[in-house]
């Protein structure tokens, strides 16, 4: 059971130029009522690092080249490096994506890479799980967790000329086939660095997609809390890794945990994926996932900021999609019915 109250996230709304929006903006802000009301089909896209990322656009990609486009769902979640999927697979075809990756010059790791594969300060990933770990049993909840995870991050040392947010953004930009937000409904996970409150972003927020994007990806030791108009914000899987239970309500969820469902957070403060798709399951959802399998969780290696690991990792996502399409067919069709 979760005895926190991070299911329930916060929308907050800032204008296109970064500033806080007028009190009169924000009823447009709050997108629950948008989200539940908008259609059958959800696809959830969890955090997972460089190797991660590739492998959700593998299992997209080898699921479309079966014959099964999950890019059609009604709502995409992306939270860290799913939000760049999220991103990428509304303006970009899964073939696109996949070449792209098989296709990019090897890369040799210098340091650990952010969330979506680009290279950030030389701190050992080790030492980032030593600290999180720290502060993970510290923390009273998960709420506790976020505040302290937050404030962790924003007395980590920055460039001191100040640039690390602009590059950050142009590392992410770059990474975005389209810099607008697709018209579908994408909600984008963040948390606030200030207050640890979950934050949601979609293209009514006034936030520019590449701006939820890098906020969702600030991992808050390797990268920096992003700033957006006067908060900054840090990785959305300090949230729910996975965040599938935003999509409580729609009729069909599949989720794509990079992480397998994993978490490193006690069970009682219910962030794993079991309890999600257990609260999802609760109020009437048909829920799936997708985990990887023996060879994509090789292909990963031993780090998953490995930026080397995302051409075996999007093969080995493509082979998986590609087995489990015939199998996820009826439960995607827009005839499905029923509780799974």
Do not use: C, K
Request: aromatic letters at 4%; proline letters at 7%.
């Amino acid at each position: 059971m979760n005895t926190t109250p991070s299911s329930t996230p916060r929308f907050t709304s800032t204008t296109a130029s970064g500033r806080p929006s007028s009190d009169q903006d924000q009823p447009q802000a709050d997108a629950t009522g948008r989200v539940r009301a908008a259609g059958e089909r959800a696809l959830v896209l969890g955090g997972g690092g460089s190797a991660g990322n590739a492998w959700l656009i593998g299992v997209i990609a080898g699921l479309f080249d079966a014959g099964l486009d999950v890019t059609e769902a009604d709502l995409i979640i992306g939270t860290s490096a799913g939000s760049t999927a999220a991103a990428q697979i509304t303006s970009a075809t899964p073939a696109e994506l996949l070449a792209g990756i098989l296709s990019a010059a090897p890369q040799q790791r210098t340091g650990p890479a952010g969330s979506d594969g680009a290279r950030v300060p030389n701190r050992p990933v080790a030492d980032h799980m030593e600290r999180t770990s720290r502060i993970i049993a510290a923390a009273e909840d998960a709420a506790d967790m976020r505040r302290r995870m937050g404030a962790a991050a924003l007395e980590m040392d920055a460039p001191p000329d100040g640039s690390g947010p602009a590059r950050w953004r142009a590392t992410v930009a770059a990474r975005l086939p389209s810099q607008r937000w697709p018209e579908r409904t994408v909600l984008v996970v963040a948390v606030n660095a200030h207050t640890g409150e979950p934050v949601v972003f979609d293209r009514h927020s006034g936030v520019d997609l590449a701006d939820a994007v890098a906020a969702s990806t600030a991992n808050g030791f390797g990268v920096p809390p992003y700033g957006i108009g006067g908060s900054r914000y840090i990785d959305g899987g300090y949230r729910r890794n996975e965040n599938a239970d935003l999509a409580a309500g729609y009729g069909r969820v599949l989720v794509l945990s990079p992480l397998g469902g994993r978490t490193r957070h006690p069970l009682e403060w219910g962030m794993q994926l079991a309890a999600q798709v257990d609260e999802l399951r609760a109020r009437g959802s048909r829920v799936e996932t997708i985990l990887p399998d023996s060879n994509s969780r090789n292909a990963f290696g031993s780090n998953l900021m490995d930026p080397s690991t995302r051409p075996p990792a999007a093969r080995a996502g493509y082979d998986q999609g590609r087995a489990l399409a015939g199998q996820l067919t009826e439960f995607w069709s827009p005839s499905a019915s029923g509780q799974a």
